[in-house]
T-cell receptor, first 119, second 117 residues
Framework: SAVISQKPSRDICQRGTSLTIQCQVD?????MFWYRQQPGQSLTLIAT?????????ESGFVIDKFPISRPNLTFSTLTVSNMSPEDSSIYLC????????????????FGPGTRLTVL | AQKVTQAQTEISVVEKEDVTLDCVYE???????LFWYKQPPSGELVFLIR??????QNEISGRYSWNFQKSTSSFNFTITASQVVDSAVYFC??????????????FGKGTRLHILP
């Protein structure tokens, strides 16, 4: 199994500022994802963090608002830019070690999340 | 398009009762994966099970069991002899298993389970 850590675990930020969330995995993984969980809601995928290339964003999410980096197979960052109170959520990093030849899954693991409050 | 429906928003049962959480999914693919995750009040997401579409065998793990029925596109989760520690939000999820790098897990809205002492 993969052990995932996220920094910070929580933060309170002012409107208009930006916050970068880090995700570190203890082993090399094929896929890394960023999810958002708004209060009392389910998880929504923001983007797939691709190693060495631009992230793939889901409908409703754009790079200017949520820039993502993935410099290697164990690390990724998500920045929440120009924050507003509507960005208050838990942000979760997720990884899986899918075999890209066969398409078979191992498991998909989630980090502990970053609880963001925007005032 | 993929879709996961958890019709039960919230369930309360008394400790030691059995409880079943429903999950109905939609997908165009013949190959896919289904998941259940638990999110306790502490917030972390705990993986419970992954089942691929070719394996319709029901699974039992301790007090947990899962009933996968392709004919009704359902993947229901039963907790037997529930305990207070089972109180959490439970998410059912679906992923289409192609070679596409961008395949993703789609989550249902979750069922909040309260186990009353």
């Amino acid at each position: 199994s993969a052990v995932i850590s996220q920094k910070p675990s929580r933060d309170i930020c002012q409107r208009g500022t930006s916050l970068t969330i880090q995700c570190q995995v203890d082993s090399q993984v094929t896929m890394m994802f960023w999810y958002r969980q708004q209060p009392g809601q389910s998880l929504t995928l923001i983007a797939t963090a691709n190693q060495g290339s631009e992230a793939t964003y889901e409908s409703g999410f754009v790079i200017d608002k949520f820039p993502i980096s993935r410099p290697n197979l164990t690390f990724s960052t998500l920045t929440v830019s120009n924050m507003s109170p509507e960005d208050s959520s838990i942000y979760l990093c997720s990884v899986d070690n899918r075999d890209l030849t066969s398409g078979s899954y191992n498991e998909q693991f989630f980090g502990p999340g970053t609880r963001l409050t925007v005032l | 398009a993929q879709k996961v429906t958890q019709a039960q928003t919230e369930i309360s049962v008394v400790e030691k009762e059995d409880v079943t959480l429903d999950c109905v999914y939609e997908t165009r693919d013949t190959t896919y994966y289904l998941f259940w995750y638990k999110q306790p009040p502490s917030g972390e997401l705990v993986f419970l099970i992954r089942r691929n579409s070719f394996d319709e065998q029901n699974e039992i793990s301790g007090r947990y069991s899962w009933n996968f029925q392709k004919s009704t596109s359902s993947f229901n989760f039963t907790i037997t002899a529930s305990q207070v520690v089972d109180s959490a939000v439970y998410f059912c999820a679906l992923s289409e298993a192609s070679m596409n790098r961008d395949d993703k897990i789609i989550f249902g809205k979750g069922t909040r389970l309260h186990i009353l002492p």
